[in-house]
């Protein structure tokens, strides 16, 4: 696993660097707080970041919501830092494992791995989450399309549905396609 460490000094992450080699981790690259994390993360493609740092700043906290934003990726903080104000707003820019007062660095293979572990079940119910609401969008537009058709062809809902079944099966579109199409025609001739 490649790792990016980010912290104000190279001195501070010694240590890591040597527990992140006995664990068979690579440092790709060092950066500091400032320096366009997110840019080094997705060019060069590591698989994690570590935060090595004394307090949970806005530039780190900046840097973690550019790296969710642009490419997620599992990240993990080593910090001093334990006020919960500092926690809240680590894990709300997308923060994977936040470890306090690390001092006994031959964990860092099962942290990162608990990283990966938190990362990957996060991305799983945000893409259940974004499928949820992408299917509550197409019954939206499906019941407004039913109910065109209701209106302008004076059908009952089955009738309608089914009508609008049949256009989607005879052209070889899905039914919300379909309802799309027909609630912005009659957008525009209405």
């Known amino acids: 696993m490649d790792l990016l460490i980010v912290a104000d000094s190279v001195e501070r992450t010694q240590p890591l ?10 440092m790709v690259k060092f950066v500091g707080p400032n320096d366009e994390v997110a840019l080094y993360a997705s060019s060069m493609e ?3 970041i570590v935060f090595v740092c004394d307090e949970i700043e806005r530039a780190e906290l900046r840097e973690m919501r550019s790296i969710t934003e642009s ?15 500092s ?8 923060v994977s494992a936040y470890v306090v007062n690390c001092v006994d660095l031959s964990r860092l293979a099962s942290l990162l791995q608990v990283a990966r572990a938190r990362f990957n079940q996060h991305r799983e119910l945000i893409n259940e989450l974004n499928t949820a609401r992408s299917a509550l969008e197409q019954r939206k537009v499906i019941e407004k399309a039913k109910g065109i058709i209701m209106r302008q062809r004076n059908l009952d809902e089955d009738h309608a549905y089914r009508a609008m079944r049949k256009l989607a099966m005879d052209h070889n579109k899905k039914i919300a396609e379909v309802a799309g199409q027909i609630v912005t025609a009659a957008e525009v001739l209405l």
Do not use: N, S
């Open 87 to 94: 926690i809240d707003a680590a894990v709300r820019a997308g």
């Open 71 to 85: 490419c997620p990726m599992p990240m993990l903080v080593l910090t001093r830092d334990a006020r919960q104000t």
């Open 17 to 26: 660097l040597h527990a992140a080699g006995e664990a068979g981790y690579r």
């Open 46 to 48: 590591v698989d994690a």
